[in-house]
């Protein structure tokens, strides 16, 4: 949840470098930010709290001498947002800088330990500790910088993506991780260390993913991976990224949130041609377990639960989606070798998530996974995991991810259903059939709808709240909706499966209150049209989501928003979404709010 990044340059100045780098990982936290560069024994640092534009505008980030420098923007998690708690973080005589993206969790312990022995420590951070243990080794013997460092992580408990320069040695990086994401981009003549690809992919596609437990040396010539306990030398030679540059740059669109919402059609074509193999595994996997955990936070888990009524539906499946954070209180004795987690996690960092994951193993479970990110964590701890090729997420809110995560899910109900043979293969095909076509669909209902969702905006600004109501699949899609106009625009909202309004939500109704229905022509229409009825009753205004052509609907409607086909129940989540997605996004800036970068939240929620 925060972001790193280093460069050694063979030639230019490595704080504009440094300073274009964290701009792409701002998703990741932008309360603070701040860069070190080394130039001959002199170490150089700026850093302040606020947002990477305004801290340049009364600093100048780039204004630092030298080739070599790290730096870090930050989503505060020990120590308030202020100046002093900004990284890079130094140590006693500021001879040592580094940036760090994780928690120490026994940070408290050795920082008592260091003013023991005589240390000041200037911030509130967890993070500052470990420049001052750095010291300490340093002080021991006449260790290299690398030796104190892998000293220095042995004694940390918790997680933690580092990168550290030091005037003793100003030709070099140090980095190590541990759960934290780290990736390294390879130039010409040039290095870097980042959270991130996007970081460095404007200067390099050449990319190379540090594993946990890693230590590395980063130099002119290159770089080197070790093992923290066993030193071992590591090969690892680059990949290379096909995420052309622009793709992460906004491509004209005023947010990457609006961008990626267009995206959608050409990242649900990518999400079909995943490789076969991995998705048959999965489903072989899924079809042979004992039972079926769907397990992730937030819009991840809006996708689980969509998933849960695909299963059942398809393949007569029972699953059972639950909330990460909730899954060790609510399953973790109950897991055993018989249980199976499809673990959701576009970020593949997720702690909440990677908490569930870590319990189930000790209790021998099988976990599978569906992220977005190649090398994140989930990727290593699933014994199966698919990667959903969404490309680049830059936006808080997610979008294309969710989508192309139902779109996955949707594949392995289908391919389940065929294994099981629990529906017909007429009702198969069709529903494949329409899958393929889902893209176009997602793409025509933008296109023909979007004007009339951001009049939507206009004309539902200043509602205090709004009410999303949908039955079945629909239901998933409701909370969707909701967490979207909540993240970003900041108006409190309120999702249910629409036969629970009346057990209670219902008393919030008054003349005017909003309520959006998700209406696809499937098996709950007939009932969600009486809880259209109720609401009306009641005084409400109602914007309905409809197939094109509802005309019963379309005449208890306020306002209403076709989507441009018929389609199986199974389907009508990825293209019922995107309007509320739009209308999120409309109503955000109606609102003044910046949709991309969305006040207390951050793109990864690595803490707990
Ligand atoms: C969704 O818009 C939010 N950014 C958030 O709820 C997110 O879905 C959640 O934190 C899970 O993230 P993950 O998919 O990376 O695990």
Known sequence: MCGIFGCILKTGNAASAIHKGLKKLEYRGYDSVGIATLQEDRLFIKKDTGKIDNVHAIHNL????????????????????????????????????????????NFAELKTELEEL?????????????????????????????????????????????????????????????????????GKDSIYVASDIPAFLSETNKSVVIEDGEIIILNHSGYEIRKIDSWKEITREPKTINWAPEMAEKQGYPHFMLKEIHEQPLRLRNTLRL??????????????????????CGTSYHACLAASYMFSKLSFLATHPVIASE??????????????????????????????????????????GLTNIVGSTLTRVARVYICQQSGPEIGVAATKTFTSQLSVLTQLAIRLAKKRGKISHVEIEEIE????????????????????????????????????????????????????????????????PAGESKHGPISLIEQGFPV????????????????????????????????????????LADDYIEIDTELPEVLSPIPFVTPLQLFAY???????????????????????
Not at 137 to 146: A, G, P, Q, Y
Not at 147 to 162: C, F, I, M, N, P
Request: aromatic share 6%; proline share 3%; glycine share 6%.
């Open 433 to 496: 059939e329409k899958l393929e076509q889902i893209p176009d669909i997602v793409e025509s209902t933008i296109q023909h709808q979007e004007e009339k969702v951001k009049q939507l905006a206009k004309k539902y600004k200043g509602k205090q709240a709004f009410f999303f109501l949908g039955r079945g699949l629909s239901s998933a899609v409701a909370l969707e909706g909701r967490l979207k106009l909540m993240e970003i625009a900041y108006i409190p909202s309120l999702a249910y």
């Open 586 to 608: 409309y109503m955000a800036l109606e609102c003044k709010r910046d949709p991309d970068m969305p006040r207390n939240l951050a793109k990864s929620v690595t803490v707990k």
């Open 327 to 368: 899954f060790v209180e609510q399953h973790g004795k109950s897991v055993n070798i018989d249980s199976t987690l499809l673990v959701v996690s576009q970020s593949g960092e997720t702690a909440d998530t990677l908490d569930a994951v870590e319990s189930a193993r000790l209790r021998a479970a099988t976990v599978l």
């Open 62 to 105: 780039d204004d630092l001498p030298g080739g070599l420098g790290i730096g870090h923007t930050r989503w505060a998690t020990h120590g308030a947002p202020y100046q002093v708690n900004a990284h890079p973080h130094t140590d006693c005589n500021n001879t040592i800088a580094l940036v760090h993206n994780g928690i120490i969790e």
């Open 275 to 296: 490789q076969n193999q991995y998705l048959e595994l999965m489903t072989t996997f899924l079809d042979r377990a004992g039972e079926v955990f769907l397990v992730a």
């Open 118 to 186: 005589g240390h000041t420590f200037k911030s509130k951070t967890d993070t500052e500790v470990i420049a001052h243990l750095i010291e300490e080794e340093l002080k021991r013997t006449d260790l290299s910088l690398v030796d104190a460092v892998r000293e220095t992580v042995k004694q940390l408990d918790g997680s933690y993506a580092l990168a550290i320069i030091s005037v003793k040695e100003p030709d070099k990086i140090i980095c190590a991780r541990k759960e934290s994401p780290l990736v390294l981009g390879v």
């Open 516 to 555: 959006i229905f998700i209406c696809p022509n499937d098996s709950t229409r007939k009932a969600i049209i009486s809880n259209i009825m109720e609401m009306k009753a009641r005084g409400a205004s109602i914007i309905a989501i409809i197939e094109k052509g509802d005309k019963e609907i379309k005449k």
